[in-house]
C-alpha cells in the first residue's frame, strides 16, 4: 500500500497570514474550518437558514476585508462572531425587525426540571429561540449565548438597558413556557 501524504492543514497563525496577503488557498482554509460555527452564531439572529446564509457571506466579505486590521490580541474566533452578530443585527435592523419591541402575553411561571433540558438537542434549542419574538430574541442571544451586558445591547440595539433586562425575562417565562409544553407533549405523546 501507498502511504499518500497527509493533507497539509493550516494553523489559525498561518490562516491568518495567509488571509492578511489575501491568498486564496489561507481564505479556502477560514472558511473551511469557520464558516460551520459562525453559521450557527448567524442562525440564532434569524428564523430561516436562507437568511442565515446570507448574513454569513457579508459577514466573512467583512473578515477578509478587515482582516489587516486584526490584532492577535484576543480570541480570533471572538472576532470574527462579533463580525457575524454585527452583521446579523445589521441585516435585522435593515429588515427593520428590530424596530419595535414586542410585547408578551402573560406566561405562568413554571418549574421546569433541570433534566428537561437535557433531553433537548441542539436543534430543538435553536427552534424554540427561532420561535421567541423579534427584539426578545436578539436580546436572549446577545445575553446568554452571546455574553454582552445589558448597557452593550442598548447600544448595539439602540433601546434602554431597561428594556433589554425587560425583553430578556419575558424571553426566558415565555422559553420555559415552551419547554413545559415539549416536555409535557413528549411524555403525552
Not at 446579523?88 to 411561571?109: A, T
Request: proline fraction near 3%; charged fraction near 30%.
Amino acid at each position: 500500500m501507498f502511504n499518500l501524504p497527509k493533507k497539509n492543514k493550516l494553523t489559525e497563525i498561518e490562516i491568518i497570514a495567509g488571509c492578511k496577503k489575501e491568498k486564496r488557498r489561507h481564505q479556502k482554509a477560514l472558511v473551511d474550518k469557520y464558516a460551520p460555527t459562525l453559521f450557527t452564531v448567524a442562525r440564532r439572529y434569524t428564523r430561516d437558514d436562507h437568511t442565515a446564509k446570507d448574513i454569513l457571506q457579508e459577514a466573512l466579505h467583512l473578515i477578509f476585508k478587515n482582516i489587516k486590521k486584526y490584532e492577535p490580541t484576543g480570541s480570533f474566533q471572538g472576532w470574527m462572531r462579533r463580525i457575524v452578530i454585527t452583521s446579523s443585527l445589521k441585516y435585522l435592523r435593515d429588515k427593520d425587525f428590530l424596530k419595535n419591541v414586542v410585547e408578551f402575553e402573560p406566561v405562568h411561571s413554571s418549574s421546569i426540571s433541570p433534566e428537561a433540558y437535557l433531553k433537548l438537542d441542539y436543534e430543538e434549542i435553536i427552534h424554540l429561540i427561532k420561535k421567541l419574538p423579534k427584539g426578545a430574541r436578539e436580546v436572549f442571544n446577545l445575553y446568554i449565548i452571546d455574553g454582552y451586558d445589558h448597557n452593550e445591547i442598548a447600544a448595539l440595539l439602540g433601546i434602554s438597558a431597561t428594556t433589554s433586562r425587560s425583553q430578556l425575562t419575558r424571553a426566558r417565562k415565555w422559553l420555559r413556557h415552551q419547554l413545559n409544553h415539549e416536555k409535557k407533549t413528549k411524555l403525552c405523546g
